[in-house]
């Protein structure tokens, strides 16, 4: 049996669109196509890319908020990916979800007790006075005041809401916590206020995290791996350091270089950045090959045609993928 917490094998999650008087599927989103990895406890996962890419549904498809189209997700050895009905209890009583707004997560007419408290209703666990202490032991723990717990969501700030989500996130002692870009929605000033409770409750709390973002200099923060996604595929995925210190696909070099540069000194200028030209295409209508070929300055005739492996060109015994035909393979400097 695997030590691995969680296992995705070639997953996708597909939307149907319809079409016409009688509603027939007329095409799919290829919202995610095919991704794999796998995720050890106590490891923080960054899912990283740009708008669009696939990182927040294939989140919401691991928790199964959306169903699977095809592959395979095993978590704690147990195959979850078609689990229906009273088989996703378990599932998501160890799983917890982060989600990006702070406000649009929480409902307006339920206090914060209640809020929190919902989770332990559905799975039935504790007596009401045990739920009550417990409630106000996780307020203080997230940086909030117990006796909080009777205000509404409209009374608190976006950083106190978010630490509210995250109370409702750990009240069932999740094993794995995926936090849908949990910091985007924030002001600068409290985002890393958030990110350091999140890595303190880590340790605290024994967690595993797929932290999904757009901000890498954020992911770069709190990741132990990070995995690179577009449009609906993982184009490179290794350690944090490995991969910020020496990205090897043509995405996660231009993604890196836009990160901004406080200091002017240390900045590179305009003509030697690595910047990507135009939209990312259509999940609906996806490239051939290579799907970041209509954007990649070094693609080549056969990226247009056949699409390429996810290789591992790690060295020394770390792991190091990358779906690139072009990716130097070990010993080779670029």
């Not at 990006?100 to 809020?115: C, E, F, G, K």
């Not at 595993?208 to 132990?224: G, K, P, Q, R």
């Not at 200091?263 to 490239?287: A, M, Q, V």
């Not at 790690?314 to 130097?328: D, F, N, S």
Request: hydrophobic share 40%; proline share 7%.
């Amino acid at each position: 049996m695997s030590d691995a917490l969680l296992e995705v094998k070639d997953l996708k999650k597909h939307f149907p669109i319809k079409g016409g008087v009688l509603r027939k599927t007329v095409g799919q989103v290829y919202a995610v196509d095919g991704v794999s990895f796998t995720l050890m406890p106590g490891e923080t996962l960054g899912l990283v890319g740009e708008s669009g890419c696939g990182k927040s549904t294939l989140g919401r498809t691991i928790i199964r908020l959306y169903d699977v189209t095809a592959g395979e997700m095993k978590f704690q050895g147990k195959d979850i990916a078609y689990a229906t009905g009273k088989g996703l209890l378990p599932v998501r009583r160890d799983m917890g979800m982060i989600f990006q707004d702070p406000y649009a997560s929480l409902n307006p007419r339920m206090t914060v007790a209640q809020i929190i408290e919902a989770p332990m209703e559905v799975h039935k666990k504790g007596a009401p006075a045990e739920r009550k202490d417990l409630i106000a032991e996780l307020l203080e723990v997230v940086g909030l005041r117990a006796k909080m717990a009777n205000r509404y969501p409209h009374e608190f700030s976006g950083g106190q809401r978010q630490r509210i989500g995250i109370a409702r996130a750990l009240i069932l002692q999740p094993k794995l916590v995926i936090a849908d870009e949990p910091v985007s929605a924030l002001d600068v000033s409290i985002q890393a206020q958030v990110i350091n409770l999140m890595m303190r409750l880590k340790d605290q709390f024994k967690l595993t995290y797929i932290f999904i973002a757009h901000d890498l200099a954020v992911v770069e923060h709190i990741s132990t791996t990070v995995a690179v996604m577009y449009l609906g595929h993982i184009m490179e995925k290794a350690s944090s350091k490995t991969l910020y210190a020496n990205p090897k696909h043509p995405y996660t070099r231009a993604l890196i270089e836009s990160i901004p540069i406080a200091d002017p000194r240390k900045r590179k200028p305009p003509e030697e950045k690595k910047t990507l030209r135009g939209d990312i295409p259509s999940p609906i209508t996806p490239p051939s090959g290579c799907v970041f070929h209509t954007r990649c300055p070094i693609a080549e005739e056969r990226c247009r045609v056949e699409v390429p492996a996810l290789r591992d060109l790690g060295a020394g015994g770390e792991e190091h993928w990358v779906k690139c035909h072009l990716a130097e393979p070990p010993g080779e400097t670029s």
